[in-house]
């Protein structure tokens, strides 16, 4: 029988190849090709003192850093990075995304790249990741990481969550099932993962519906797939385009004013994601200027600020009357990414409800 052949790194940057009598160019060549593209966040932060977990400066190292500091990461595939923003995820913008879009098809096109791997902050890491699986166009493996604790920080949690998003990557069964987000040794789809917490490393969840799996000591375990369409799937092509449309959320509560949605009308927004109450339940007053604007042409979609379920069709609101969408199960922040790409292709309000059912 064949010997098997891999490629070892020690933790002090040696590598050699483990196979007798063969070169160590021939036994890279039989690992997968995993590309990181770096747009920041605290994964490559640093922090004044090793013992400071959340006062630091998010986005500082680069990735050709990172990866030096782990050599260990190479067994697992031959690993490369890109640097293609470096940003506190609070700064993400549509700027970024179309650009960084864009790459990953143009990598993913190349027979001899195997996977993506994008590290990013995790504040709005869950927009970034709908956004790329609503419009990459491959089966090929894209995961996102990030860490909760700076790079320099005492059990920092980057090195982990790296080493992970590669395991993951290479795996040959996280193919097809749109882009995938590991945090703390567990898979995400990026259709329902959330930020939970605002600072333990246990902060994404996908809540109620779960975690698609469990990474543990390099392997990848899946017990549940995506339901909804996605990647090769979407109608979505970002090719050519330098702007989304505008697209805001008005955040409901107690009291609410309708001068802040008079205000996004007047500004000439495209759309609007109302976080509503309940099951997107809307305050009398702001429901009627919501639908005179519906009724001019906005796009509006009814969401929950609820943090879980479905926002029903015609269920607290008739949408059928008031021209507007109800967005299924998707957060508001998520909401708007859908709405976006949706208004790429239409205006028309039960079209964008379809979307909203099958994506
Ligand atoms: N503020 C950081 C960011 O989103 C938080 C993180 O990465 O964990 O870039």
């Not at 869950?126 to 995961?143: D, G, H, M, Q, W």
Request: aromatic share 6%; net charge negative.
């Amino acid at each position: 029988m064949e010997e098997k052949e891999y490629n070892v790194c020690e933790e002090n940057g040696n590598c050699y190849a483990s196979a007798r009598g063969q070169s160590a160019q021939r036994s890279f060549s039989m690992k997968k090709n995993i590309v990181i593209v770096a747009t920041g966040g605290t994964i490559s932060g640093t922090a004044a003192k090793r013992t400071d977990m959340l006062s630091y400066t998010s986005a500082v190292l680069t990735i050709d850093h990172l990866l030096e500091q782990m050599p260990y990461i190479q067994n697992l595939a031959h690993v490369s990075g890109e640097q293609i923003a470096q940003v506190d995820s609070s700064d993400m913008n549509h700027t970024i995304w179309l650009k960084l879009a864009n790459r990953i098809n143009e990598l993913l096109r190349l027979e001899e790249v195997d996977g993506v791997v994008v590290t990013h902050g995790t504040d709005t890491m869950e927009e970034t990741a709908y956004f790329l699986n609503l419009v990459i166009k491959s089966r090929k493996p894209v995961v996102m990481v990030g860490a909760m604790r700076p790079a320099n920080a005492i059990s920092a949690d980057g090195p982990m969550n790296l080493y992970n998003a590669v395991s993951l990557a290479v795996n040959e069964e996280a193919k097809g099932k749109g882009v995938l987000v590991t945090l703390n040794d567990t898979i995400n789809s990026s259709r329902e993962v959330t930020k939970t917490n605002t600072a333990l490393q246990d902060t994404f969840k996908s809540p109620e519906l779960g975690y698609l799996g469990y990474i543990q000591d390099g392997g990848s375990y899946f017990y549940r797939f995506p339901t909804r369409k996605h990647t090769l799937e979407t109608e979505f092509d970002i090719t050519g385009l330098s702007e989304l449309p505008q697209v805001e959320v008005v955040y409901s509560y107690v009291n609410s004013s309708v001068e802040l949605v008079r205000c996004m009308a007047q500004m000439g927004v495209e759309g609007l994601v109302y976080a509503g109450l309940g099951n997107g339940g809307i305050p009398e007053v702001i429901k009627e200027v919501l639908t005179e604007c519906a009724q001019k042409g906005l796009a509006v979609v009814r969401s929950s600020r609820a943090g879980s379920g479905i926002v029903t069709r015609n269920g607290a609101v008739n949408d059928d009357v008031c021209n507007f969408v109800a967005a299924d199960s998707l957060n508001p922040q998520k909401a708007r990414v859908l709405l976006m790409l949706a208004l790429t292709k239409t205006k028309e309000p039960k079209e964008i409800q379809r979307m909203f059912w099958e994506y």
